[in-house]
């Protein structure tokens, strides 16, 4: 009597191949770009926080971070970037809204998208010059209006150069980058969802509220939190624009990279964690919540 052998087969396929070597090295110029400009430096920042200048283990520089100039600094941060944020939600939100579902022309979504994919990059030391070129003491909209209509801007207690004019500042490429990420979410709105709440009777402001609104939700508030790390980290434009005048942590942390105010280099490295845990965990959040509403567009 014959017995069939039940050992399995061992796959004699070559686990290196040539297609495979190829494939590795597609990616192979991203990770190491990853690596040397994002990885090592970011491992090298939390080595560095929590050693003192001859190498040895402390943890005075994170409690040094609470002192009153860098808490502060921390705290018109988060200020900045939360009223940026929010601001860029509502109005980006309102306006992916119209091109999507108000029954606008094809072509003016196509005008908003294309804009809006060129000023979300738009920042740095451009944004800044062309903010003080239009809002600034001597800028066209306020010697317009002080010439034309005898309203003095600056009078009323508004100046670019302070939390409110930042925060306005910031707003330019908050908008469209809220337009960019919000309009894929509306575009899977399926019909189906209201023409069934209306045919069990719900008015628009039910579905809404009811029926959009909570499916719409994650990717509402993962969008504002991207916003608000996008904010945190930005430099460029409020040195341009404010200089040192607004002590906010990017500020500070440029300051101390180039003179050692602090005259802690360890403590810079520690501001920068900092900063680091504080964006990481806004990244890991809106990353939660956008893999939530992909469940409802599938």
Known sequence: MSTVSTTPAVSTAPLITKDRVIDWLGIAPFIIFALLFLIVPTLYLVVGAFLTPEGNFTLKNIGDLFTPTILSAYWISIRVSVASALGG??????????????????????????????????????????????????????????????????????????????????????????????????????????????????????????????????????TTLLLFANAFGAIATAYALTGSSLNIVPILLYAQIRGDVLHNANLGYAIALGMIVITGVSNVLYLMLRMRAERWQK
């Open 89 to 222: 939600a509502l109005i980006g939100f309102f306006l992916a809204w119209a091109v999507v579902l108000g029954g606008l022309p094809t072509s003016v979504r196509s005008t908003l998208l294309t804009f809006s994919g060129v000023a979300s990059n738009f920042a740095g030391i451009p944004l800044a010059f062309s903010f003080l070129a239009t809002l600034g003491r001597t800028g066209l909209v306020t010697v317009f209006l002080r010439d034309w209509f005898g309203f003095n801007l600056y009078g009323t207690g508004f100046n670019l150069l302070s939390f409110f004019g930042l925060t306005i500042t910031y707003m330019y490429f908050q908008i469209p980058l809220m337009v960019l990420i919000l309009t894929p979410a509306l575009d899977g709105m399926k019909k189906e969802w209201r023409e069934a709440a209306e045919i069990l009777g719900a008015s628009n402001f039910q579905y809404w509220t009811k029926v959009a609104l909570p499916i719409l939700w994650p990717s509402l508030l993962g």
